[in-house]
DNA sequence: CACAATTCAATTGTGCACAACTGAATGGCC
DNA sequence: GGCCATTCAGTTGTGCACAATTGAATTGTG
């Protein structure tokens, strides 16, 4: 761990050494990222819900029942990832799928009885893994900001990219 | 609810429900890593690789040839993981996977020719990404830094729970 | 040497992420 | 009213993550 001295000043950065694996912000995300499934594997598994379907429910339990679209939207992710996930909980029985009476595109996604009881159970998961990460409560918070600075940014990279630059 | 103070009577900490989702560290880690997906899916394309494989070529490219242990090693993915990928890459030609001579169980991974030259193209990928984030190098090193102890902290959060704990 | 325990890569099975596509329902516009 | 673009959920296909298992090779121990 010693050697590239980056004097302090950002100019000077040999190209040479972006390549080294542990200058790489993306795989010390990705890590860390890996890292928090394990942990929420765990702390999860008294519930039998795993960290997306937990992430679904949290949505659930906050903004009551929605729409798949509104789902979706809350957490990044589209149908393709949803639907499936939403079978597996409604097979689970902690939600319903009805198909909306007055738009029959959507698909109201239901807490079921069994589904707003879990929340009871789930209060203790954050605080167990907030310990897990031995990091207080500020540190968090920081550390939050500074990730969703980076997502906003990388999201708007990505779209100048793909999508605006033409 | 909520309330309760925290490992070390931390402040105050007026957060009356910590399932909201916005609190969650885990979502916004969570967030921030597909959003890094999204960046390199579109900086990779040009080269074929997925990030995961570019990962592995990293490897390969500072290490230099590596058995499949080893290589999962730096990049804390098992055999379960490497093999289906590594035979892709072999399929594209950047690698060759050859069982060790003087350990039949072991695979060698090696570098193809092909997968050597790609270096030189892959150079510019770190900056680009740099780029993307909005990020100048401090701020990158000081997050990595604090993703590195998070890694590390539920790691050792994982392993007492799991397996020393016994 | 024999044999049990360990190591290693591969395979199987489950679940998630995401692109691309399908098909039905809706809403805008002439 | 009829048509067309859009919206929405679902499906398909590819690839990754990870647990559990398999089977071969190796190592340790008596």
Redesign the pocket.
């Known amino acids: 761990m010693a050697r590239k001295s980056y004097p302090g000043g950002m100019s000077t950065t040999p190209t040479t050494d972006w390549l080294r694996l542990d200058q790489q912000i993306c795989f010390s995300l990705?890590a860390a990222s890996?890292a928090f499934?394990?942990v929420y594997?765990v702390v999860l598994k008294d519930l039998g819900l795993?960290y997306?379907?937990y992430l679904v429910m949290l949505v659930l339990w906050e903004h009551g029942d929605l729409?798949?679209?509104k789902l979706?939207e809350h957490l990044?992710?589209?149908?393709?990832?949803?639907?499936?996930?939403?079978k597996?909980l409604e097979a689970a029985g902690l939600v319903r799928?009805e198909r909306s009476a007055?738009?029959?595109?959507?698909?109201e996604v239901r807490l079921t009885e069994e589904g707003t009881a879990m929340r009871e159970r789930a209060l203790e998961v954050p605080r167990r893994i907030a310990t897990a990460t031995g990091f207080d409560v500020d540190e968090i918070r920081a550390l939050r900001a500074r990730l969703d600075d980076l997502t906003t940014a990388l999201d708007a990279a990505v779209a100048e990219e793909t999508g605006g630059g033409r």
Chains 1, 2 share one sequence.
Do not use: A, F, I
């Open positions: 990705n890996r499934g394990g594997r795993t997306p379907q729409p798949v679209k979706g990044r992710l589209d149908s393709g990832t949803l639907s499936p996930l939403l597996r799928r007055r738009d029959e595109r959507s698909v």
